[in-house]
């Protein structure tokens, strides 16, 4: 630690020192002892002076301070900047000092010993990993090192793992932060208690402890000097310290121009000054920490300075220095440029002194730690002020911040305010601050200066021509600033005895808002077209209020202010109200999108419950307090649908336009819905409003479990206590949700764990008021109700589209019950009845959702009623009241059935109202005579709404406010605007009632729909939830209602049936202008376009699909159509072929060639086959390894390499296949194209400018048709696809006359066809295979170059995809039929080209691997006689496989079907011989010599030739000449495994070692000849693939056991030409025997390829690979990765793994899969597959508990492996089907 105090001291301050005077450089070692022992004498002046001297020329601060500056800015930049000479010496001096003539190294150790601390206290830095545990941490900062984490037991608890953005440090150990119960025990090294003292005298010398007793010397006074230096030298630049500090303020107002607005100015009386104050430092610590912040935190320094916190003392003093030194912090960060980065750096020192409540509180008290820090967040707000233009632009006086400016942009203020919110968690703390009225109050002036901040004002005429984004800024701000604090103080306000602090901030907050009314000269009218998001004070005050009646019983009426008060409170969240319906009707869409992302951001998850749910509830609280008719007034006053709300059919607005009418009148009802509907705040509890957040969300989309908890507002203060993902969510989530677990289609997207809602949710619980609360885009409410709708369907409720359910709510808090006279005023009857009214004479501009909305207000209506019907009171009121005329009562229940005759209203002459009046005039007027002139009812909402607001302000002040009133009414009446207004009176004899039953008979279109329920079933009016009602459409719901209402009154009930019973006359059909009938038509016209442009549709779409399914189908063979390739009847002698570009069909022909799409690709899938069953494991420790020597890739190698150490290089090139790793695959979708239409379709491609995500110039495209990704056109060979007839007729030639014939085929030179267009494409596809692979993965000769080279390639290729095709039918033939690609298959025409080049190339005929096979050679021994040339490879050692490729490819294209069988058929000799040799090389001694006996007395039998025994026993013989078993010493236990062999057992050796060639046979048979494969089962495939191949005899008689010796039909006489074969290994084995014995041991059965077994865990692999140094550059790699075919360990874009500007990862991906790989990146849980050039994110395979991917590890749950996915990446690996399946690829030009 000493020693990394001197480094990191050294750091800013090293650039000072100068070098020593060379007296001085003497023996620093003896020097330190003898000062050591001159200052342990009792009398130390003298050691003390010395020191001094050497201290103050070793450490002389001469150098200019300029100098420092650029030195630390350089260390900034280089890491450490490198420490000249000068600096070297002093660290040394500082050294050997401390050490005290010692070694520093024992010294360190020394000191180490003693560390007394049980705290693990490791301290990080950014991008650490570290964990948290909810269960076991107290503080929500708690943090834990990995090392501590895993040592304790966490299972089961609640935590994840996270990087750390800033840094922080271990809290193990820390009993004030962690449970005891987390904590390891480290208390171990506490026995360093009695050495304490040692410990301090180890440290005396060093001069750095006890500043009281002097004994610093020389270090105080040079740093007080320091200082004052630094202050002068610094004036210009920085002046924050000393002297300058006064000035400070100055400057800053100096700037601002202030005469334009007025300054909080907040001198000594709002603060205590001393906290601006200038700094005066008495100790070191002091002295560093104030060069750590004038250096803005080095990261080095704070490293330091943190590691010693385990140190009690030092933590308390450390904090009171950090606290002294908080406002120079400020100063610090706000001239910082790199303002994030030290930001991180404030908080990583002070989340671990703040998060312990002891020290906190310890502070608070000693330090004024909360006056500081209001102070420190007032002070620097203030510089970023601006005058408000909110209601009075040109007098207000109110300044908000300005949210522009960098400080509220870059988040400037964030560690500060983290700071406050870290501290008012601890109770102690945030009690101090509630009971402090000083506090209060400026705290309170400091959120004001965010009221009504960002204002927004409408565009009426232009665009808006820049869209500021300042509007993040605001809603950061008030979240950071004012939210997250307020939700931190309501924490502690839980309990009754803390009424007082809810008094004490609602006081202080109503004061604020007071003064904010005054500031910004509020009467009553808001200003028009302008809207602020922001009113912190009003929700500081909604909050407290609701905490207030919630949990601590206050008395509502007791907080709250005078009525006149209550007014200007509701103004300004009702206009946000109504500016959200302005913004989703489009009013504001001058101002661009940002006004939309502000309405977004209002309600969205993170913010809604510090903004829109207070808003809310502040509403509801001053509707419970209101008179309601005002409030209802209000409501459509603020909305502008005044003047729609009049039963005229024509009207006239002034403030909206007629567009925006209807959609601000659905605005307009459905809030009055959520405010009488919502109980957020009204009395539900915890639980039950998690429970209705989470059904809310669930219903609008199936969400993951982490969208969920991302979804719903929780307390937004983290500090708060309320965790996300406690015990009740979880419980909730269960109660309400159903977990739907991935599925997985191969090819189809990767899914994730989703959570749908429950039957019973939808039945009982889906809420749609709480979903049009909650969406922050309106589709999602469409999205629900269409969820909803599709519920009903499925489980038979409800057929058609139903309406939004009503809902039961909980029952009202008692302080709120005044909320329901809303629903039981006159003001909102009469509106209802006129809305009702005009949906039924079917007036424009109302929708379905209006009526929707009014139907939910009455039924609110019924359900909230009083509980007896009240007598009339009407007469007691007086007869001021205007709406008396038209309702007599309040009571919904008693005004539904009142009937209303007449109404006046005011229409336009030119409405049909006017017309009709002239003619009824006289009837009119002996109305007139019969009943006074008040009948006709006139219902004016403005004027009410004025009167009403005229007697509040009257009981309030008798005239204060009088005079303004004419001027605000004024724009209503607008007298100018609408002279052509006149009064008419309507006849309308309807009540409530009335209109519902006809509003029923409407929506059903029959008459007399409606029937009384309850006249047939009495009980209903019993038990009235009857299920029947819950779901349905408006017909239901009107039922519903009539039901309540009938419930609710017998009066009702009576007048029901009275109406019922009138026979009602049909609703007059409404006459139809000319012009209506014109857009009716065109309506109906439209609507028939629509039907057909469907129907159209729906068919295409069913084409589409029926073509995908051919085309696109990857993995389900039964369903494949054959497509056209094979669709040639054998009768049709040439194939015809469709182009897919011009869409003419015909044959390929010479000149005008077709072409299969076909993708080249190359692949080591092959090379991964191992021979055990075992999977291979991912390394997670350093002792597992993997060695890739069991794959095929490394045997055949390994064997190619051993045959051309003894061979002929040209005869070893044709006795092994290559293409193991690096063979080309070819692989179609089947489609096929004229090769002169695919030329000019790249050349369109080529001019496109589109971006695509494939190279055009490496000839990549998209089929045309599909759209599968390709790369080359394969030519079709001209003539038939399926062989004719002709060829496949069996002749009945003996087997000697078709060995003669093949021969003599093979000899004939192959001239390449002439230079056709044909011939051209057949060679450049050519080109372009062996390009597809690299030259290393061709070239195996020994002389570069060779023919011989190209050959092996060729007769490779085919080897490769027949192999692969094998694999993908999963390593054999029982499955039969057409293999998965078969449809698609280009096996046919890739032969076609393959042969057609290999007959360039002749075998000398001398060389003909077919003559050893068919003939006896005489001159055996002149074969071997000349000895310094390299033998020919022995044909027993000869690949089977490739010998059959190398003899059919050399023949004449087409192949005739009995050349075919009959080369398969010597063949098969061969095979069945090395299977014998291997068997006799496998077993032991004593069994050799037995079967040498047994067969030997069998080998005059008549089908000696076809008994394996016989055949065994000669070659036992045979063998036995040479020297091939005799060294069989210790050699043995290594290859031969002691097997007690059987007959059964030999000939299932026999059988195992033949089928890989009989696999290959009959796929090539298939393919070339175009007959199925039958499916059989796995033990008797040898013999039905045998018989296909034609090697049984068709007289063979199945009765007996199989005998595989029975398909063997030898050319030429059997023990003749196996003694031949045996001599030339004999001859071989003479020299050597080891290798000889090696070769003929070939491994037959290889096991599929799969990718490696991953462990259970993610965490096991990320422990050990994110520490994990990369072996290349011996670095710990930013981003790892690990190959998940082979295991290696890559850098991801590592720069310092680069070789030739390939990154690893791509060079990797050529060297392990030829240009794929797949890789897991461990810090991200992601698969990442690279592909030739282009590389794709793939998805995860570890999903979480809740099947859901962590991509980054955000998250940081346990990961868990996803089998299912694995599988289905392991698949696309196999199947090559990357660049099909996977959509999004990009290039990586190399740098991954």
Known sequence: MAAAAAAAVGGPQSPQAEVPAPGLALDKAATAAHLKAALSRPDNRAGAEELQALLERVLSAERPLAAAADGEEAAAAGGGGGPGAAEEEALEWCKCLLAGGGGYDEFCAAVRAYDPAALCGLVWTANFVAYRCRTCGISPCMSLCAECFHQGDHTGH??????????????????????????????????????????????????????????????????????????????????TLGQLDSSDEEDQDGSQGLGKRKRVKLSSNTKDQSIMDVLKHKSFLEELLFWTIKYEFPQKMVTFLLNMLPDQEYKVAFTKTFVQHYAFIMKTLKKSHESDTMSNRIVHISVQLFSNEELARQVTEECQLLDIMVTVLLYMMESCLIKSELQDEENSLHVVVNCGEALLKNNTYWPLVSDFINILSHQSVAKRFLE???????????????????????????????????????????????????????????????????????????????????????????????????????????????????????????????????????????QIQASLAEIHSNMWVRNGLQIKGQAMTYVQSHFCNSMIDPDIYLLQVCASRLDPDY????????????????????????VLDAEHERSMLEGALTFLVILLSLRLHLGMSDDEILRAEMVAQLCMNDRTHSSLLDLIPENPNPKSGIIPGSYSFESVLSAVADFKAPVFEPGGSMQQGMYTPKAEVWDHEFDPVMVILRTVYRRDVQSAMDRYTAFLKQSGKFPGNPWPPYKKRTPLHPSYKGLMRLLHCKTLHIVLFTLLYKILMDHQNLSEHVLCMVLYLIELGLENSAEEEPDEEASACGPERCHDSWFPGSNLVSNMRHFINYVRVRVPETAPEVKRDSLASTSSDSLGSLQNSGTAQVFSLVAERRKKFQEIINRNSSEANQVVRPKTSSKWSAPGSAPQLTTAILEIKESILSLLIKLHHKLSGKQNSYYPPWLDDIEILIQPEIPKYSHGDGITAVERILLKAALQSRMNKRIIEEICRKVTPPVPPKKITAAEKKTLDKEERRQKARERQQKLLAEFASRQKSFMETAMDVDSPESDIPMEITTAEPQVSEAVYDCVICGQSGPSSEDR??????????????????????????????????????????????????????FKDSSCLLAVSIGWEGGVYVQTCGHTLHIDCHKSYMESLRN????????????????????????????????????????????????????????????????????????????????????????????????????????????????????????????????????????????NQLFHVLALHMRLYSIDSEYNPWRKLTQLLEEMSSQLGNEEQQPEVPILYHDVTSLLLIQILMMPQPLRKDHFTCIVKVLFTLLYTQGLVALSVKCNEEDRSAWKHTGALKKNTCDAEKSYEVLLSFVISELSKGKLYHEEGTQECATIIPVAWSPESMEKYLQDFCLP???????????????????????????????????????????????????????????????????????FTERHAEQGKALLIQESKWKLPHLLQLPENYNTIFQYYHRK???????????????????????????????????????????????????????ASVI???????????????????????????????????????????????????????????????GL
Not at 204 to 230: F, H, M, N, W
Request: hydrophobic content about 35%; charged content about 20%.
């Open 1248 to 1387: 496109d400018q589109v971006l695509q995500g494939f190279s055009v110039d490496k000839g990549e495209f998209t089929c045309p048709l599909c759209r599968q990704f390709a790369n080359s056109v394969l030519p079709c060979y001209p003539g038939s696809n399926v062989e004719n007839n002709l060829w496949q007729r069996p002749s009945n030639k003996s087997i000697q006359d078709l060995i003669k014939e093949v021969e003599e085929l093979q000899g004939r030179p192959g001239a390449f066809p002439s230079e056709t267009n044909l011939s051209k494409e057949m060679e450049s596809v050519m080109k372009d295979i062996k390009n597809t692979t690299q030259k290393k993965y061709r070239d195996y000769s020994k002389t570069p170059g060779s023919p011989d080279n190209d050959f092996l390639f060729m007769y490779s290729v085919a080897r490769t995809n027949l192999e692969l095709e094998l694999i993908h039918r999963g390593g054999n033939l029982c499955s039969g039929g057409a293999s998965t690609a078969g449809k698609r298959s280009c096996l």
């Open 631 to 654: 409030f209802i007034s209000s409501v459509f006053e603020r909305f502008k649908v005044v003047d729609l709300l009049t039963m005229a059919s024509q009207h006239q607005n002034t």
């Open 1153 to 1206: 060639p077709t072409g299969l799409v076909v993708l080249l690709q190359a692949s080591s899938v092959l090379g991964q086959c191992r021979d055990n069953v075992e999977p291979k494991k991912l390394p997670i420790s350093e002792e597992e390894q993997i060695y890739p020597w069991d794959t095929c890739a490394a045997v055949h190698d390994v064997r190619l390499s051993l045959l051309q150490r003894y």
């Open 436 to 574: 402090d009225h000083g506090l209060l109050v400026t705290w309170m002036n400091f959120v004001s200066f965010f009221q009504g901040m960002n204002l927004n004002k409408r565009e009426l005429n232009e665009h808006v021509e820049f869209e500021s984004q300042t509007y993040y800024a605001a809603f950061a701000a008030e979240l950071e600033a004012c939210a997250q604090p307020m939700w931190g103080l309501l924490s502690h306000c839980k309990v009754r005895e803390t009424q007082e602090y809810t008094r004490n901030v609602v006081r202080y907050c109503l004061e604020a808002l007071q003064d904010w009314f005054d500031a910004i000269n509020f009467v009553d009218e808001p200003a028009p077209n302008q809207v602020t998001f922001h009113l912190p004070l009003h929700r500081y005050y909604a909050m407290f209020l609701s905490k207030a009646v919630k949990c601590q019983e206050l008395d509502l009426d007791s907080v709250l202010p005078d009525q006149e008060m209550l007014m200007k409170l509701m103004i300004h969240p009702l």
């Open 1669 to 1723: 140094t990369c072996s290349v550059c011996t670095k710990v790699p930013k981003d790892p990765a690990v190959c998940l075919v082979c295991g290696t360990f890559v850098c991801l874009k590592g720069l310092c793994c680069k070789q030739q500007s390939y990154c690893e990862c791509v060079l990797h991906s050529q060297n392990c899969g030829a240009g794929t790989g797949i890789f897991l990146l461990i810090n």
């Open 1728 to 1790: 990442i597959i690279i592909r030739g050039h282009r590389f794709c994110l793939w998805g995860s395979v570890y999903l979480d508990a809740h099947g859901e991917e962590d991509r980054d590890l955000r998250r940081g749950k346990p990961l868990y492996i996803c089998k299912e996915r694995y599988k289905v990446l392991e698949q696309q690996w196999i199947s090559h089907t990357f660049d099909h399946i996977n959509k999004r690829w990009g290039p990586h030009y190399n």
């Open 158 to 239: 609640d935590f994840n793992m996270f990087r750390s953005q800033a840094g922080g440090a271990c809290d193990c150990g820390d009993s004030n932060v962690m449970r005891e119960s987390g904590i390891l025990g480290l208390g171990e090294n506490a026995c360093a208690r009695k050495s304490h003292e040692k410990y301090l005298i180890a440290l005396k010398s060093s001069g750095l402890t006890y500043p009281e007793d002097k004994l610093v010397y020389g270090i105080q006074e040079p740093s007080a000097g320091a200082s004052t230096l630094a202050v002068q030298g610094f004036a210009s630049a920085a002046g």
């Open 1557 to 1627: 060639f009989l696999r290959i046979t009959s796929l090539l048979q298939h393919h070339l000849f175009g007959e199925d494969l039958p499916s059989c089962q796995e033990e008797e495939e040898f013999s039905v693939l045998s018989s296909c191949l034609g090697l049984l005899p068709t007289f063979y008689q199945t009765e007996h056991p199989f005998i595989s010796a029975s398909c063997l039909d030898w050319p030429v006489p059997a023990f003749d030409i196996i003694s031949q074969w045996c001599f030339e290994i004999n001859s």
